[in-house]
Antibody
Framework: EVQLVQSGAEVKKPGESLKIACKGS????????VAWVRQKPGKGLEWMGIIHPGDSDTRYSPSFQGQATISADRSTAYLQWSSLKASDTGMYYC????????????WGQGTMVTVSS | QSVLTQPPSVSGAPGQRVTISCTGN?????????VHWYQQLPGTAPKLLIYDNDKRPSGVPDRFSASKSGASASLAITGLQAEDEADYYCQSFDSSLSDSSLSGVVFGGGTKLAVL
């Protein structure tokens, strides 16, 4: 089965660092792009950026450049923050795309990140 | 404020037909870029519903269809069922937001469908 499985929910304080993960299985992970999408509580979807695990080509949405860092190895994609803010609270989804800007055909289950003092 | 505009909500009775619009401009939909549609059921991850303007992935009922004209796209749902109650999002690409290191993939603001 083709799937993306994400790491579990996180509760952090402002200023802390965090790295969440998205592991692909059932397909050639390095042949597809992996995007990250944020959804704040009760709000819509926001596309953050995308990486090709095969060559680490990474592109960010202008709205998210500098806010978080996307990386990947041969089986897992990552989204990390060096200094979290309360405004980073939300559900984060990883998705699979054949190319940029193809549709996201596979979605992870989501990782809830809560940043609160 | 998304560059792709969707109505916040639509509603319909079971069995009826509803449509959801997604309006952009010449930098995105009107520039010839594909539109994709996603369905997000309450408490779940989004699911791809339509890709490349009008194509249905395997397993998506043919009650769901979509089209694109000029700088707008629309999703149609016929034979409305209670299980269709969800949030629907359009997605496209905006060239004005892109360069060698930036990518202007954008979502619409989302439309909540209520089945009365």
């Amino acid at each position: 089965e083709v799937q993306l499985v994400q790491s579990g929910a996180e509760v952090k304080k402002p200023g802390e660092s965090l790295k969440i993960a998205c592991k692909g299985s059932g397909y050639s992970f390095t042949s597809y792009w992996v995007a990250w999408v944020r959804q704040k509580p009760g709000k819509g979807l926001e596309w953050m950026g995308i990486i090709h695990p095969g060559d680490s080509d990474t592109r960010y949405s202008p709205s998210f450049q500098g806010q978080a860092t996307i990386s990947a190895d041969r089986s897992t994609a990552y989204l990390q923050w060096s200094s979290l803010k309360a405004s980073d609270t939300g559900m984060y989804y990883c998705t699979r795309s054949a190319h940029v800007p193809a549709a996201s055909d596979i979605w992870g289950q989501g990782t809830m990140v809560t940043v609160s003092s | 404020q998304s560059v792709l505009t969707q109505p916040p909500s639509v509603s319909g009775a079971p069995g009826q037909r509803v449509t959801i619009s997604c309006t952009g401009n010449s930098s995105n939909i009107g520039g010839g870029y594909y539109v994709h549609w996603y369905q997000q059921l309450p408490g779940t991850a989004p699911k791809l519903l339509i890709y490349d303007n009008d194509k249905r992935p395997s397993g998506v009922p043919d009650r769901f269809s979509a089209s694109k004209s000029g700088a707008s796209a629309s999703l149609a749902i016929t034979g409305l069922q209670a299980e269709d109650e969800a949030d629907y999002y359009c997605q496209s690409f905006d060239s004005s937001l892109s360069d060698s290191s930036l990518s202007g993939v954008v979502f619409g603001g989302g439309t909540k469908l209520a089945v009365l």
